[in-house]
């Protein structure tokens, strides 16, 4: 099953607003409006942080923000925090009753 | 809010069975879609299944043949037995649940905390 491709790394300033492609196909992200994104820090459980596209959760900064063109979702950090700092994942539901998941995006705030 | 605790074996011999629990408390088992995700060290994240408690279950179609997912609703109980194992997964495993929104049931709102699974002899 293959995965979803996201940019290996991704890195801003303070302030900066930085935007993670995610680029599957018609099968999943261009398919659904099932594209969710996590926040993953090193030893803790990966965090949601955008769903369905553009919904966030309570709680969860409106700095983030998502979006989605043809069969490319993409996710927003806008006014970029040194706390941004992780690895970030999206997912999509798949044809077939199943989730994917992008390969990965390390941010780094320079 | 939800808690979710996984418990097994930290080790397991190459083409023995690997087996997980998932422990939900402070929400109900029959609420929800339930499924197991891990990440090997240094790579990205796998799904590997999902369950509802009514016995609707779903794979990854590269683990399909080695995995069964299971659910005890009167221990609260989510398992994982991933049969044949290899050093390829080695993995944290993640009990997760599958939220719900208005459009349906696309994403992962709680996670428990992972455990470390090692295949090795």
């Known amino acids: 099953q293959s995965a979803l491709t996201q940019p290996a790394s991704v890195s801003g300033s303070p302030g900066q607003s930085i935007t993670i492609s995610c680029t599957g196909t018609?099968?999943?992200?261009?398919?659904?409006?099932?594209v969710s994104w996590y926040q993953h820090l090193p030893g803790k459980a990966p965090k949601l942080i955008i769903y369905?596209?553009?919904n966030r959760p309570s709680g969860v900064s409106n700095r983030f923000s998502g979006s989605k063109s043809g069969n490319t979702a993409s996710l927003t950090i806008s006014g970029l925090q040194a706390e941004d700092e992780a690895d970030y994942y999206c997912?999509?539901?798949?044809?077939?009753?199943?989730?994917?998941f992008g390969t990965g995006t390390k941010v780094t705030v320079l | 809010q939800v808690q979710l605790q996984e418990s097994g074996p930290g080790l397991v011999k190459p083409s023995e069975t690997l087996s997980l629990t998932c422990t939900v408390s402070?929400?109900?088992?029959?609420?929800?879609?339930w499924s197991w995700i891990r990440q090997p060290p240094g790579e990205g994240l796998e799904w590997i299944a999902y369950?509802?408690?009514?016995?609707?279950?779903n794979y990854n179609p590269s683990l399909k043949s080695r995995v069964t997912i299971s659910v005890d609703t009167t221990k609260s109980q989510v398992s994982l037995k991933l049969t044949s194992v290899t050093a390829a997964d080695t993995a944290v495993y993640y009990c997760?649940?599958?939220?719900?929104?208005?459009?349906?049931?696309?994403?992962?709102?709680?996670w428990g905390q992972g455990t470390l699974v090692t295949v090795s002899s």
């Open positions: 997760v649940r599958i939220g719900t929104s208005v459009a349906g049931t696309g994403f992962f709102d709680y």
């Open positions: 402070r929400g109900s088992i029959t609420s929800h879609y």
């Open positions: 369950i509802h408690y009514s016995g609707s279950t």
């Open positions: 018609s099968s999943d992200v261009g398919g659904y409006n099932f």
């Open positions: 369905d596209v553009s």
């Open positions: 997912s999509s539901w798949r044809s077939g009753s199943t989730y994917v």
